[in-house]
Every structure is written in structure tokens, then in C-alpha cells.
């Protein structure tokens, strides 16, 4: 075992991948000897050049529309889209193209497409390099999405999206870059299956479901408030689609409370789908209603505002109390 | 320079094949065998032979929503597409997506697109497979001019241009996107002009001349398979039906429309290989008998063939299942 943290599992990920496929070559506008918009790809420049890691100019429509195309002929391609509000100008390559062109034409090839990008606030840049754009992302039947929380989950997650053969929105939370939690992983291969929930911390009062960032949040909080006698369930899905149900349902079977927090807007978020599958599909192991925990319906505001934008630990504690009091 | 009569005759039936498919889907179309609308090309025949002679068969081809003829010369059967008009299981996407997405990778064709101009970057990147790969074939990407003026020709030409990719852009000038007239949306007179931002060759042809569009197309195609980089190839046509079949054109004057079918293309060019000798009236005469009892067997074969099931047609999708 030994420790890693975002940027070294990314950049391991990638690395390992491209070692073992000959067909993997990463596309995108930073992935030359930047090493990527917040150095998460490290080396990988270095080790590959310029045939296997192709800088292009700023084109996301096609940096992905090319993927599309590479990976419909026998490659393999990693497209790097430096951040996650940047996806809006690539939205047909998203919604029509990576997503449901395969089918479109009788499922005669592969569609192994790995888009990453990074996403989420921390670093004080307002609104167009900051959002959670999570609920726009997952209602594209085809398209997987993905937002790890740890190193751990990160690499062997990013592995197994790399080797999917079907196409993978990889989401990569900016503020793990410079916050650097880190994780123990083997020395050996490994891979984390998507699709599949892990539950960050077993409890017994409230069920909380967190990505990304506030998967840190909720455990935090749950530090917190093992004092006052609350244990809280983190659920850290892993995979926003598709989503392990399963996990949630049984977590809310125990617990009979559940809180979905996101980073965000409110309206029309993933945290909003994964409320509805509840109360279709989990309604009577309810004893309270749902809450959600998001940022408010508004722009991401520069500088410290954004603290009090994005969902914090006291707002989880206050959405806690306001379920077991 | 002289061409094959083989070549010219492929050419020609090519053609003849399209002008039938696009006479008997209107037809069938009226009669409400076709669920969807449709999209025809009459009077752009000629690019699609001249392109499609122009291409290996390993080739790729990349195309817009107009693109029955594009299919034909690729080398998809009318019975498939026919049935995938009708939306039936046979149909060359197994009937999930009509006329407007028609394609068959089997064939490297790689199909039409209903968004304009989404198979633009698609292409830059097929061609940048083949590279990688390579592989010494040719992706050539049909656009209609309207795409031209969109943010992704842009975007993927000079892709293709800084990584020298084997791939030929062909803006189909049918001087109509829809409603919206070429001299309203450009101003250039050739959009070809175009590859000068690009730094790579721009020709405009006549389109209507399946000869002067096989002589440009394979010019530029000669140029990509020897590692020499892109073109963009321009050829000036007249859309001579509806943007789609419906459509009741209340912008368009009647006057182009007559000057345009004295121009259409197949006439003109069986008049021309009639006049060197490489094809006589019977000939010519027997070619189209052929298309017409082709495209009776392809309306059969699609009458015949079954609906997909509604899980076929939706495929292997998952939503919020877990899949592995």
C-alpha cells in the first residue's frame, strides 16, 4: 500500500491505461506540457508525446466530436475538456453524439470515449469555472457519469472508465486538487466497477447521500455529530449514472431518513432524480420527509461568496436536526 | 483527363439509382408508407456518383441529412434503405432512426445527421484514426453549405489542417439551408475560399458535372491518402425539391426552379455519354428500367420486413439500471 492523492491518481490512472492499450491517446486543449489545467496530468506528456497525447487548440466541440470519430474506428480516445462549464459549447457532441450515435447506427461498433473534466467550486472563479452541472449531464440515456470523492475511488474508477466501451463523462472535482485529501491504494492493478456505491460511513439516524466534495462535508458532519448521539449513513454513490439504487434503498430501509446533498442548483439537480427514485421506489421505508441540501437557484458568485454559496457542513447539521428533532 | 467508361457508366447508374430512390420514397412517402418526413436530393445525383467513384470502398464517408444518394454510392442497397425508411427491422439502423440518420458501418459509412453540422468534427476525427492507425484510407465528409457558417466547420477544419488528416470537406452548394437563400448567408462567392484560413487547397466545381466532381474529388483525395493533408472541395448545385418532402417552398421563386431543372444533371450527362459513344439510348434506357425494378424490389423488401420490437428499437440502453 501506499499513499496517493487527486492529481497522482489521475495521472496514474492515465498513465497505466495508455501502458496497457496501445489504442489510448488523450485529446485536449491542456494536455500537452501544462499537464493539465490544474497539473493533474503531471507527466503524462512527458512520457507519451505529442502522437499519443494530442494538444489542440480551444475546440471542445471537437476535441470531442474528433473522439466520437477516433473511437468509432478502433481507438481509444481520452478527451479532456478542462472544465466541466466548458462541456455547454460541446452539448450536441454530449447529448446526441458520444452518447446515442452507436445506436443510431445499429450498434456495429464500440463507443470507448472517456471525457474528463474538472468541476466544482474552490477556487473562487465565479461562474463559468465553477458549476455543478451534474442534473444537465445525467438525463442523456448512454452516457455514464462519474464524480469520485477519494484518490482511491478516483484512480480506479478513471481505470475503469478508460477501459469501458461505452462512453464515460468523468468528472473531476477542481477543489480535491488543491484541498489534496489522499488515499491508500495497492501497489497492484485495480479497478473500481461503475455503477457501483460505496458507503463512506455506516450509521444508523440519517441517511445521507453526498458527491464529490460534499462527501467531506457529510463526513465532517457526521464527526460532528457523534457527540450529540446522531450517527449519519454517508452513501458516496460513486456513479451518478447509472446509479446504484440498491444501496440507497437499503440505507434508507435502515435509517428511515434521507438527505441528498449536491453541490448544485437545486432545481433540476441529480439530487432532485435520486429523491424522486425514493419516493417511487422507497416511499414506506420513510419516516420523514425528504431533504435536499444544494446551492441556491443562482450563479456561482466570485471570491468568498461562494463559501456561502455551495452547501456547507452547518447546513447539513441544520437539514439533520430538522429531521431528527 | 480520361476517365474509365466503366467509370462513367458507374457513375451514371449511380444517378439513375438516386433520382428513382428519391421519386419512389416521395411517392411512398404521399401514400403514407413512410412515417417520418424525408429529405431529397434531386438534382445534387452527381456529387454523390462523382464522389462516390472518386472513393476506395474502404473509404470512409460522413454525411448531412440529404443523403439517399451518398448511401447508394457507398454501396448500401435501396432494399435496406427502403425498409429503414419505413422504419422496419431490415432497415440499414435496424429501423431506430428513419431516413434523416441513414448509415452502415460495415460499409465504413459512417451516415447522414439530422444536427447541421455535428459530423464535421466526427469526421476530422475518423480521419485522425486513420492516421494513427496507419492506414492509407480517406475520410471524405459531405456538408451542405449552411454548414459552412456554423461554429464546428470551423473548429474541425483547422483541426484537420494543424494535424495534416487525411479527410476532403465537400460543401454540397444547394444554395438553400432550408429556407435560408446562399446569398443571404455568406459573403463570398465561393465558399471554398474558405481553406485559405486554413492554409489547404479550395476548389469549387460545378456540381451538376459528375465528371468535374470526380476529377476534383479524386484530386483531393490522391492529395489526402499521400499524407499531403485536407481540401475542401465546393460543388455549386441547386436543391430541385423541397428542403423536406412537405415542404411548400413559399420562399422560392418559380423562375429558379425552371432554370434549374433545364440544368439538372442527368439529362444532361446521359446526353453526354450518349454523344461520345460510351453509352447508347437503349442503354441508357435499360439502366433506368433496372433503377425502376430495383426500387419495386426495395419497396417490397421494406413492405415485407418486420417492425423492430419496441426493445430493439430502444437497444441495450441502460438508464438508472446498474450494468456491470
Partial sequence: MREIEFTQAIAEAIAEEMERDRTTFMIGTNVGRLGGAMGQLKKIYKMYGPERVRMTPISEDTIVGSSIGAAATGLRPIAEVSFSDFLTVCWDELANQVSKWRWSLGDKFKMPVTITSLTGGGIYTAYQHSQCLEGMLIGIPGLTVVLPSTPYDCKGLLK??????????????????????????????????????????????????????????????????????????????????????????????????????????????????????????????????????????????????????????????????DLTN | MAIDREILIGMFRVMVRTRCL????????????????????????????????????????????????????????????????????????????????????????????????????????????????????????????????????????????????????????????????????????????????????????????????????????????????????????LRLDGHYSADTQVYRDKTELEEGWKREPIKRFREQLIATGVLTEKEADQINQEALAEMDRAVKFAEESPFPDFKEALGDFYTDEVKK
Avoid at chain 2, 455535428?118 to 492509407?136: E, Y
Fill in chain 1, 160 to 321: 475503469a472508465a478508460i477501459r469501458d466501451d461505452n462512453p464515460v463523462l468523468f468528472l473531476e472535482h477542481k477543489y480535491f486538487m488543491i484541498s489534496r485529501p489522499k488515499s491508500m491504494i495497492p501497489e497492484e492493478d485495480y479497478t473500481i466497477p461503475l455503477g457501483k456505491a460505496d458507503i463512506k460511513r455506516e450509521g444508523n439516524d440519517v441517511t445521507v447521500v453526498a458527491t464529490g466534495l460534499m462527501v467531506h462535508r457529510a463526513l465532517a458532519a457526521a464527526d460532528r455529530l457523534l457527540g450529540k448521539g446522531i450517527t449519519l449513513e454517508v452513501v458516496d454513490p460513486r456513479t451518478l449514472v447509472p446509479l446504484d439504487k440498491q444501496v440507497i434503498f437499503t440505507s434508507v430501509k435502515k435509517t428511515g431518513r434521507l438527505i441528498i446533498v449536491t453541490e448544485e442548483c437545486k432545481t433540476g439537480s441529480w439530487a432532485g432524480e435520486v429523491a424522486a427514485l425514493v419516493a417511487e421506489e422507497a416511499f414506506d421505508y420513510l419516516d420523514a420527509p425528504i431533504k435536499r441540501v444544494n446551492a441556491p437557484d443562482a450563479p456561482v458568485p466570485y471570491g468568498p461568496a461562494e463559501d456561502l454559496y455551495m452547501p456547507s457542513e452547518e447546513d447539513l447539521i441544520r437539514a439533520v436536526a
Fill in chain 2, 22 to 237: 428519391e421519386e419512389r420514397s416521395a411517392k411512398e412517402y404521399r401514400d403514407g408508407h413512410i412515417p417520418g418526413n424525408i429529405h431529397l436530393a434531386i438534382g445534387q445525383e452527381a456529387i454523390a456518383a462523382g464522389v462516390g467513384a472518386a472513393l476506395r470502398s474502404d473509404d470512409y464517408l460522413l454525411t448531412q441529412h440529404r443523403a439517399h444518394g451518398h448511401a447508394l454510392a457507398k454501396g448500401v442497397t435501396p432494399e435496406r434503405l427502403m425498409a429503414e425508411f419505413y422504419g422496419k427491422r431490415n432497415g440499414c439502423c435496424m429501423g431506430r432512426v428513419g431516413p434523416l440518420h441513414i448509415g452502415d458501418a460495415d460499409l465504413n459509412y459512417f451516415g447522414g445527421q439530422g444536427i447541421v453540422g455535428s459530423q464535421v468534427p466526427i469526421a476530422t476525427g475518423v480521419a485522425l484514426s486513420a492516421k494513427m492507425r496507419g492506414t492509407d484510407q480517406v475520410t471524405l465528409c459531405h456538408l451542405g453549405e449552411g454548414t459552412t457558417n456554423t461554429g464546428r466547420f470551423h473548429t474541425a477544419i483547422n483541426l484537420a489542417s494543424i494535424w495534416n488528416l487525411p479527410v476532403v470537406y465537400l460543401i454540397e452548394n444547394n444554395m438553400w439551408a432550408y429556407g435560408v437563400c446562399a446569398s443571404h448567408s455568406a459573403n463570398i462567392e465561393n465558399l471554398s475560399d474558405r481553406a485559405i484560413a486554413y492554409g489547404i487547397p479550395g476548389m469549387t466545381v460545378d456540381g451538376n458535372d459528375a465528371i468535374s466532381v470526380y476529377e476534383a474529388v479524386s484530386k483531393a483525395v490522391a492529395r489526402a491518402r499521400t499524407g499531403e493533408g485536407p481540401s475542401i472541395v465546393e460543388c455549386k448545385t
